[in-house]
């Protein structure tokens, strides 16, 4: 049989400061809502730009993948809403206006940046396709030479889990779950590697290219349970 996924920890609404810290109180009851009790909160305005994920099972991680992804197990999810798109540049921006935030790659003044080519630079142990950037930012995804303009409704990057987890509470909302975000990710396919069939070559070079430019982590958020 499956179990149902113990991980969603609600986050606590703090003070705003300028360095926002973020803490997760870990609830000892599952936290997961039934879907009746989602829907009852449809008609809140923070649910307009959201999506509504049906409950269900499926079976989570892969057998073939990395080791920390198996083993394949079965996970029951009760429904949620996930947003609809992306974290954009122009949605954190407001929110490091508001509060004064400074995000980790601000403050160590240096990120990483895919690069799977053999372009010179400090390379990730295990990771060789991304290296290090020095002066890569949310405002400059690829470092100093680069920036957002025009790219306002692009998804955010250069952003780590704390900075996720900080706009999240910001937002009201919190970071969906490992396997909440599997679920959603899968869209209903079964038994494939990726969101877009068997295969790791993507359709086209327009596809190829979508895929690189997701460089980092990017954000959906979910409600606030």
Known sequence: ???????????????ISDQ???ESIPMPEVVNRAETEVQARGSL????RMVLIAEGRFMMGS??????????HEVILDAFYMDTYE???REFARFVEETGYLTEADQWK??????????????????????????ATWRHPNGPETD???LEDYPVVQVSWNDAAAYAAWAGKRLPTEAEWEYAARGGLKGVPYAWGLDFTPRSEEHTSELQ???NLVCRLLLEK
Do not use: C, M, Y
């Not at 049989?1 to 003070?15: I, K, N």
């Not at 305005?45 to 307009?48: A, D, F, I, L, V």
């Not at 240096?110 to 002066?135: H, L, M, N, T």
């Open 20 to 22: 926002l810290k973020v």
């Open 45 to 48: 305005p923070e649910t307009e």
């Open 110 to 135: 240096w990120s990483i940046v895919f690069a799977p080519d053999d372009s010179s630079g400090q390379r990730v142990p295990g990771a060789e396709w991304w290296k290090r950037a020095d002066g």
């Open 63 to 72: 057998s073939d993948g990395f080791a920390h992804e198996g083993p394949v």
């Open 87 to 89: 974290v954009t540049n």
């Open 213 to 215: 430019s997701r460089r």
């Open 1 to 15: 049989g499956g179990h149902r996924d113990l991980q969603a920890v609600p986050t606590r609404r703090l003070p």
């Open 148 to 150: 957002i303009e025009g």
